[in-house]
Structure formats: structure tokens, C-alpha cells
């Protein structure tokens, strides 16, 4: 059995710094269970009054909880969430924000992906983060291009870049643990070009032999083609209407110690990256309001945020 205590007790304790008496609610399912436990575990080292609870895992990423759950997080003033889909963009998470609680959603987490993601360094973290923010917020537009054939613009206009460090010491902090990326949600309507991702999205795993190939026109994803995991996307989004075709985050991963692994959460932490996602915004700052948001990853690529250059070919240029 894996000893995922270490990684489990810098969640709980460096990262959300959770105190003695605070309700710390651990949401899990089958898939992630023994990163629930270990998390539910520290809590209870760390004197919380701690509870585990297990829901029947969702069918995509951005769909609601069950109606206990969602209540039960209003209730917490810590909540964690390791789940086989993601939490971070539901009504319910940003109800529990709104109420104060501070949230950490691990989706899809692996043991592996904690016990190498979780042991980067956090100050460093930190602060790239929240350099490459700052430059998304004051910039009008940004450019990402890479080998594979990307080329898309997006427009910023009034719109707040914001940093994932890990660091959840405040009220209504939230972000993913592991930790590491600078996002922001693009202006409705403005992203124009074409998007080739050749890293991960969605469930394609590592995208080796294929890649997936997206026409942007008018800030929408009007066309998706390429093989198998092209056609594993247009299935996902299928049910949800046009919104679901909104591009709808702009993101540079930030965490050294992450991998491509052909899971997402830890894929779009790969320093040296930038992933683009579809669907739901509204928990970015958007307007888009859809139950699914799903993320695709570009290797290598050179991204221009208004006059600055954060990477070229994959290489970070802030420090």
C-alpha cells in the first residue's frame, strides 16, 4: 500500500493550513479513495473536526454533486475534494466559496501524480504564478502559437488573470492541488484561429500518434477534427448545445515537478505549457454557464501576453 501521508499532510497543513476544531470535509469516490482517506487522515492529525464523504463518482467534469453533498460543503470552513471528475467549475464549490469556506479539488488524482506533483516547490510556485497573472489582467490580448500548427488569439478585455499556487490560507480561497498554472477566461467572442492540442484533453490520455485539431472562429470552436480522441470530445460536448464550444480559459502550467501523464489535472501543471479549454467560464469570470469545461493541452509553444513574451517554444521567460 502507498504511503501517501507526506504528500497528504502538506495539502492539509502548507497548503489550507487547516486549525484545530475547523470542519474539514473530504469529498471522495470509489476511484479516489485511498487519496480520500489519507486526506481525511492528516485532517484528523491536525486536530479538525474531520469527515469523509464518499458520493457516487460523476460522468463528466463541471457536473453538480448530489444535493447532500453540496449541502454538506456550505456547512465546511475547509473542504477538499479528490474525485474521479472535477468539482471546480459547479455551483455547488462556488457556493461554498461564496460562504467563505476555503477549497482545494483534486480531480482525477492519482497516487503517483500525489506523490510527485504535491513535493514541488510551492514558493516558487507562488510567485511565477502570480507574475504571469498580473501580466494576463493588464494585457488586451494575448497570442499562442506552437510547431504543431497553433495559431490563436484571444482577447483579455476586462478580464482577471488569476494565479493557482496552492497557497488556500483565506476564506473563499480556492484552486487544484496539485498546484501550478496562471489562467484567465477570454473575452466572449474574440478568440480567432486555430487550436492543434497535442498533449492531452479531456479522457484522450497522452496524445501520441494524434492530435486534435480545432478551427476558432467568432470565440467559438466551430470545428473539431482528428481521430479517435477528436471524436471522444465532440461526443463529451455533444449534449450541451454551442456553449459548450466557448473558449473559455487560457492557462500556462507552472509546476516543475509535474508530467504529462494523460491526466488532466496534473497535465495542465506542466511547466513550459499553455492549455485552452471549452465549455464553462462563469467560474473563471465568464458569462458562459455550461456543465462541462474541458482542457487541452499545447507542448512546446511560444505565447505573446500583450507585449510580453512568457514562453518561447516551451521555455518560461518570467521569473
Known amino acids: 500500500m502507498t504511503d501517501l501521508s507526506i504528500p497528504a499532510g502538506v495539502a492539509v497543513n502548507q497548503c489550507l493550513a487547516?486549525?484545530?476544531?475547523?470542519?474539514?470535509?473530504?469529498?471522495?469516490?470509489?476511484?479516489?479513495?485511498?487519496?480520500?482517506?489519507?486526506?481525511?487522515d492528516a485532517a484528523l492529525q491536525a486536530g479538525a473536526e474531520a469527515m469523509l464523504l464518499e458520493m457516487t463518482p460523476r460522468q463528466i467534469d463541471g457536473e453538480e454533486p448530489p444535493a447532500l453533498v453540496a449541502a454538506a460543503m456550505y456547512a465546511a470552513d475547509v473542504i477538499l475534494c479528490p474525485t474521479f471528475r472535477s468539482l471546480s467549475h459547479t455551483a455547488a464549490r462556488m457556493a461554498a466559496s461564496d460562504r467563505g469556506a476555503r477549497i482545494a479539488t483534486l480531480p482525477g488524482i492519482t497516487e503517483d501524480t500525489m506523490l510527485r506533483a504535491m513535493s514541488a516547490d510551492y514558493r516558487r510556485i507562488?510567485?511565477?504564478?502570480?507574475?504571469i497573472a498580473a501580466l494576463l489582467t493588464d494585457a488586451n490580448e494575448a497570442?499562442?502559437?506552437?510547431?504543431?500548427?497553433?495559431?490563436?488569439?484571444?482577447?483579455?478585455?476586462?478580464?482577471?488573470?488569476?494565479?493557482?499556487?496552492g497557497i488556500l490560507r483565506n476564506g473563499r480561497d480556492f484552486g487544484n492541488l496539485p498546484a501550478g498554472e496562471a489562467y484567465i477566461a477570454p473575452l466572449e467572442g474574440t478568440a480567432e484561429g486555430v487550436l492543434v492540442v497535442d498533449g492531452s484533453m479531456g479522457d484522450s490520455g497522452i496524445l501520441e500518434d494524434e492530435v486534435i485539431e480545432i478551427e476558432v472562429r467568432g470565440g467559438y470552436a466551430v470545428?473539431?477534427?482528428?481521430?479517435?480522441?477528436?471524436?471522444m470530445l465532440l461526443a463529451?460536448?455533444?449534449?450541451?448545445?454551442?456553449?459548450?464550444?466557448?473558449?473559455a480559459e487560457l492557462g500556462i502550467g507552472t509546476n516543475e515537478r509535474a508530467r504529462i501523464v494523460g491526466n488532466i489535472l496534473e497535465d495542465e501543471k506542466?511547466?513550459?505549457?499553455?492549455?485552452?479549454?471549452i465549455g464553462k467560464n462563469s467560474a473563471l469570470g465568464g458569462v458562459v454557464?455550461?456543465?462541462?469545461?474541458?482542457?487541452?493541452?499545447?507542448?512546446?509553444p511560444t505565447l505573446d501576453v500583450g507585449g510580453v513574451r512568457v514562453l518561447e517554444k516551451g521555455r518560461m521567460l518570467v521569473e
Open 18 to 40: 487547516v486549525l484545530k476544531d475547523e470542519v474539514c470535509l473530504v469529498i471522495t469516490d470509489e476511484p479516489c479513495r485511498s487519496i480520500g482517506k489519507a486526506l481525511f
Open 126 to 131: 507562488d510567485v511565477l504564478s502570480r507574475r
Open 143 to 165: 497570442h499562442l502559437t506552437a510547431a504543431g500548427g497553433t495559431d490563436l488569439r484571444f482577447g483579455l478585455q476586462g478580464r482577471a488573470g488569476e494565479a493557482d499556487t
Open 223 to 231: 470545428n473539431i477534427g482528428g481521430g479517435e480522441a477528436a471524436q
Open 236 to 247: 463529451s460536448i455533444a449534449p450541451f448545445g454551442n456553449d459548450a464550444r466557448n473558449i
Open 270 to 277: 506542466v511547466l513550459g505549457t499553455v492549455h485552452v479549454a
Open 289 to 300: 454557464d455550461v456543465p462541462v469545461h474541458l482542457d487541452g493541452i499545447v507542448l512546446e
